[in-house]
């Protein structure tokens, strides 16, 4: 019986060996184990045996069972194994083959640098305002200090529907609406459209955009208009980027000031650089001390309030970021500018 | 506002090194624009003396000299016809550069070794307009007399005699600062800037006995528009050309010289920044002079030898019969200085800046006086520049001034007083200054300080302080914008947030990103021509928009009433310049008036509408179902539910396009654009245009949500084949379904529509299949055939809808 037993473990060896798929492997898995097997055959001959014999037998019986069924499991596994790589490698595709494009819409730049812009100030407190863009004269001007004669109330800069209604010519006007219907602390930034009498051309558009920002508290100090623009400005360009305060003229701000920043094209390190003119600097904002008249006006009490504003383009800033040359190319929607975005 | 450093350095000692200039001047508030250096490029050329002139052996054209250039005598081979022996000339020696990057060395000339080269005037990159007495093609020779006044020898640069080594420095005036309009203006900011003396220039002069009241008569008879007039006269007056010291200057300004009267009008005008003007006495008309104003429909010839209409907002000059200058604008061709004048009448005077900037645009001339008086100038000038111009007279020897002035000037501008608070300054500021570093800016900038009552008396020129702030700005900028402390506020926190309307805003513009729409900016302008593009009909409400009175053009002449123009424009470029498959959207306003004609006199008159629209346009691979189904996306992502009826818009093609409804509210449309209309807009596709309303959808949005259990309880699925008469609509069969299977409709899906064969003509298949789901219980079939009984009964009753056999 131990020779049978070796003989039938043998055949397996080799049975099982030379399958090269799962139906012979299976095939001799029933030869050899199924219910007509030559192991089941063995192992109904058992009852023959002698009782010091049986469990000798048993045991060898059922090693030899164990190791078939172990080798039938490798060599299925083995099997399934090369069945699996066949149709990996028959799956073979060419990965720099075009990919199939679903459509991705692209923000028109000038909204992508806006958004970085509002976070940015929302990151420091501020909330987002809005107005209307056909203004009277007491937003657009009177509420801003600037006095009956001046020259920006001529037809020359502002688009008139009559005397008195206009296309406000910056956001200031939201400025105003917001101190008069709420309470200091106030700190918001108002972007939007604003219009001015300018033809066409390449650094020029008659509708543009602004955004302005405006803070009101107590003790608030130009120390503070420093720290918050610094913080924005190395937000917006990085770290590296120098702020320098110059001052200036604005009606409705005093102290004022105009802000530049190192060029962010050069560095101003190219004497011959198209963007700052080899000056090293780019202007990109203009900000002050809101002008006491102001904020009276606005029904804020100069005494015990004051404040900062600031206001830049956002055509200029967005221009500066991706360096386009051309103000038209915002307006025209050529979906070749715009996919670049 | 240009500016010689030398001609400033004469009041004021500015630092040698430029940059360090600059930099100071820009950042005290004098904002240095450019600095350009004349002569910068002409290098080596100096005074030599031709010793001797021989012929060229080989050159008939050329001749071999001996030129002294003080340390040696250098032999120069010329072409030139018009130097002699004796002549003093600018020599470029071995090494020098000359304009236009020439450079000169030494070589042989027809084989006469040539060590140097005399040069002509526009050799050093000037003209003969600026040098008249430079002879036409010739070397420039110098005037022995005046070289040796200066006190020059031999050997010596020449480009100091041609005003070579002067920087012109180009600044950046504010609105604000009139007074720095001028020479000793910004002298007086160098000054307060570096610290340092203001030397004044010399107004004191002689004159000679006379009796003007006797020789002329001034009246102002408009005091509204003229605030102080002065006149002073000259008499015996040489007119001639100026001396060349007094020349360049004015050129350095970049004016030029006429003759010696009217260069010192210019010369203390650009000096000072009070404008002036000098009339021929003996031809002002009764030897009077009436400021007034212009009569409708006057004419007068200025100096520039044009007519000029007139009207009554204008101011003149007038003599006895007529107007002999406009005010503060440009003087007339009949009064102007001749060679002829004898005798002459200074006028200095303060006008009415606002009305002198109507007149000079009205009448579209500007002069460096408009200009000036434009700014609103200090009465109180207006004597020192006329004293100043005597002195002038005299230092120039061009006449005898009479004695005596008329100087009408009913109301004297008075110098404010203003109280300074330390502590209020330094609160703006963010500062911690002393009174004491304080009050040294103050007499820095010629402030009259007093310590005792805390008081500063302004100067009248600087109209521009009127209060703290302002004081607080004089101390920042003196002692330094970039010297104050960066702090960073924290005293009141606020939390920053966007508004629901601004995150439903974003909220769609992210959806339209991911459906392929890329963002497009429109203007907010258009023609009255749209409408016709649009085939708007006479009533059509998009007619009614607002209209600009002094609009730049047609094009930009009236505010948008609907979003159609701008896309359909951008979707027209892109078409024409061969962009396939194009998808834009745009989010903006449209402005809708309350009431035409705008009328706003009234201050509580209603303002007009400003309305959020988003607009999205196609034309490519997208039909009406994928734009609705954008609308759909965007209904999801906004929480809303969206319906569509039919309707009637005259741009749409009639039978592609639908209203979309929103609570119970018509919120917007959308369709295929009309083919007329986008043949108007030559777009050769079919165009697609979806638009929303965003304030009326946003108007009851609910950006709040809340979870829902996943549903537990299988779903069940029935197909319905319909029957049905061609003309009842989709949405009317989706309508029955929602409204007959109460809340267990989960989903009604269209899978096929068929008209045609084996179909009856006039009817269509419709199958659908409905998914029915409890949120409580599994469905059971006799819920199930409940729901469809209802449903198939209402379908059949309303519309006669069957089953399919």
């Given at each position: 019986m131990r020779e049978q037993l070796e003989a039938i473990r043998q055949k397996a060896l080799t049975g099982i060996k030379e399958a090269t798929d799962l139906k012979i492997l299976d095939n001799i898995r029933v030869e050899l184990l199924g219910k007509k097997g030559e192991l089941t055959a063995i192992l109904k001959g058992?009852?023959?045996?002698?009782n010091e014999e049986r469990p000798i037998i048993g045991q060898l019986v059922n090693e030899v069972r164990q190791s078939m069924e172990e080798m039938l499991e490798n060599k299925k596994k083995e099997l399934a194994d090369k069945a699996l790589n066949l149709q990996l490698a028959a799956e073979k595709i060419d990965v720099t083959l075009p990919a199939r494009m679903p459509e991705l819409g692209h923000r028109h730049p000038m909204k992508t640098v806006l958004e970085d812009i509002k976070n940015i100030f929302i990151g420091m407190g501020y909330s987002i305002a809005e107005g209307p863009e056909i203004e009277n004269s007491y937003y657009n001007f009177d509420a801003l200090n600037i006095p009956e004669e001046h020259p920006a109330k001529d037809e020359q800069d502002t688009l008139y529907f009559n005397p008195d209604l206009m296309l406000r010519t910056a956001t200031s006007p939201v400025q105003v609406r917001v101190m008069e219907k709420n309470t200091p602390p106030i700190r918001i930034i108002a972007p939007g459209r604003v219009y001015r009498s300018d033809e066409v051309d390449a650094t020029h558009s008659p509708i543009f955009h602004q955004i302005e920002g405006l803070v009101i508290d107590k003790n608030v100090t130009m120390g503070d208009l420093k720290g918050a623009l610094e913080v924005f400005v190395k937000n917006l360009y990085g770290d590296d980027v120098q702020v320098k305060f110059r001052p200036h003229f604005f009606p409705f701000t005093e102290p004022s000031a105009e802000v530049d920043v190192s060029c962010v094209i050069c560095g101003g390190h190219d004497?011959?650089?198209?963007?700052c003119k080899g000056t090293g600097w780019i202007e990109i904002l203009g900000c002050g001390m809101v002008h006491p008249n102001v904020l009276k006006m606005s029904g804020i009490d100069p005494k015990e309030y004051s404040g900062f504003a600031f206001g830049m383009g956002l055509e200029r800033i967005t221009m500066l970021r991706y360096g386009i040359?051309?103000?038209r190319l915002f307006y025209e929607n050529d979906k070749r500018f715009l996919e670049q975005f | 506002m240009n500016i010689s450093m030398k001609w400033l350095s004469e009041y004021v000692l500015a630092p040698q090194d430029m940059d360090v200039f600059c930099d100071a001047m820009t950042m005290s508030g004098t904002k240095v624009e450019r600095a350009e250096t004349s002569?910068?490029?002409?290098?080596l050329v100096v005074l030599g003396e031709i010793l001797s002139i021989e012929a060229h052996p080989d050159a008939e054209r050329l001749v071999v000299t001996q030129v002294n250039v003080g340390s040696e005598t250098i032999q120069v081979v010329t072409g030139a016809k018009n130097v002699s022996v004796g002549d003093y000339i600018p020599v470029a020696l071995h090494g020098a550069s000359l304009a236009g990057d020439l450079k000169i060395k030494k070589g042989k000339l027809r084989g006469v070794e040539s060590n140097g080269m005399m040069c002509s005037v526009e050799e050093l990159g000037l003209s003969r307009e600026d040098f008249p007495e430079a002879p036409e093609n010739g070397i420039y020779l110098f005037d022995k007399e005046e070289l040796k006044t200066k006190g020059y020898s031999l050997g010596d640069d020449v480009k100091p005699l041609f005003g070579l080594d002067d920087t012109v420095v180009e600044y950046e005036i504010t609105s604000n600062r009139a007074d720095c309009f001028s020479v000793l203006g910004v002298a007086r900011e160098v000054a307060a800037t570096f610290d340092r003396e203001l030397k004044m220039p010399n107004i004191g002069f002689k004159e000679v006995s006379g009796n003007i009241q006797e020789m002329v008569k001034i009246s102002v008879e408009a005091d509204d528009l003229c605030y102080r007039y002065l006149g002073k006269i000259v008499k015996n007056v040489k007119v001639e050309p100026s001396p060349k010291w007094f020349q360049e200057k004015i050129r350095s300004a970049g004016l030029r010289p006429i003759n010696n009267i009217v260069d010192i009008t210019n010369f203390v005008m650009l000096e000072t920044g009070q404008p002036m003007h000098a009339f021929d006495l003996e031809k002002v008309g009764g030897a009077e002079i009436i400021v007034r104003r212009a009569k409708a429909g006057e004419v007068m010839k200025t100096l520039d030898e044009t007519e000029r209409v007139l009207d009554e907002s204008m101011l003149v000059i007038a003599d006895k019969n007529r107007a002999t200058g406009i005010a503060g604008v440009m003087g007339g061709e009949d009064s102007k200085i001749t060679a002829e004048t004898t005798t002459i009448l200074f006028e200095a005077a303060n006008f009415n800046g606002t009305n002198i900037r109507h007149t000079s645009k009205k009448l579209g001339l500007r002069s460096d006086s408009s200009s000036r008086f434009e700014k609103h100038l200090d009465p109180n000038l207006v004597e020192f520049a006329m004293h100043r111009a005597c002195a002038l007279i005299d230092e120039l020897n061009a006449g005898q001034i009479v004695e005596g002035q008329i100087d009408i000037y009913p109301n004297p501008r008075t110098e404010r007083k203003l109280s300074y608070d330390v502590a209020a300054i330094n609160q703006i500021l963010g500062t911690e200054l002393s009174e004491q570093e304080m009050t040294d800016i103050f007499r820095r900038l010629t402030f009259q300080v007093d310590m005792e009552s805390k008081t500063v008396i302004i100067p009248t020129y600087r109209a521009d302080i009127e209060g703290m702030a302002d004081l607080a700005e004089e101390v920042a900028r003196i002692y330094g914008y970039n010297e104050i402390p960066t702090t960073i506020s924290s005293k009141n926190p606020t939390v920053g947030h966007k508004t629901i309307s601004q995150k439903a805003e974003d909220m769609v513009i992210s959806t339209l990103l991911a459906l392929g729409a890329n963002e497009a900016v429109e203007y907010s302008f258009e023609s009255p021509k749209v409408f016709e593009k649009l085939r708007?009909?006479?009533?059509?409400?998009?007619?009614?928009a607002m209209v600009i009175l002094n609009p730049l053009g047609e094009d930009f002449s009236m505010m948008r009433t609907s979003m159609l123009n701008g896309i359909l424009t951008s979707l027209s470029t892109n078409y024409n310049r061969r962009n396939s498959d194009v998808t834009l959207f745009e989010i903006g306003r449209v402005y809708l008036p309350t009431a035409l004609p705008v009328d706003n006199s009234d201050k509580n008159a209603e303002m007009p509408t400003e309305k959020n629209c988003l607009v999205v346009g196609h034309y490519g691979k997208k039909d009406f179902f994928d734009m609705k189904g954008m609308a759909e996306t965007l209904a999801i992502a906004l929480g809303e539910t969206f319906s569509y009826q039919p309707s009637a818009h005259s741009f749409f093609h009639p039978n592609r396009q639908a209203d979309i409804i929103c609570a119970d509210k018509r919120v917007g449309y959308l369709g295929e654009i009309h083919p007329l209309v986008a043949d108007n807009y030559e777009i050769g596709a079919k165009p697609y245009v979806l638009m929303l309303d965003l304030d009326a959808v946003v108007d009851?949005?609910?950006l709040s949500k809340k979870y829902e259990p996943i549903p537990k309880y299988p779903a069940v699925s029935r197909d319905l084949a319909l029957l049905v008469k061609e003309d009842v609509l989709a949405g009317e069969i989706e309508g029955v379904f929602a409204e007959e299977s109460g809340k267990l409709l989960e989903k009604a899906e269209l899978f096929d529509l068929y008209q045609g064969e084996q179909i009856e003509k006039g009817y269509k298949s419709m199958a659908y299949a409905l998914k029915l789901r409890a949120k409580d219980h599994t469905l059971t079939e006799n819920e199930i055939n409940q729901v469809l009984d209802r449903i198939l009964r209402k379908l059949d009753t309303t519309f006669g809808i069957r089953l399919r056999d």
């Open positions: 058992m009852k023959d045996l002698s004497h011959e650089c198209k963007v040359n051309d103000i | 002569g910068k490029d002409i290098e708007l009909p006479q009533d059509h409400p998009y007619r009614r009851h949005i609910n």
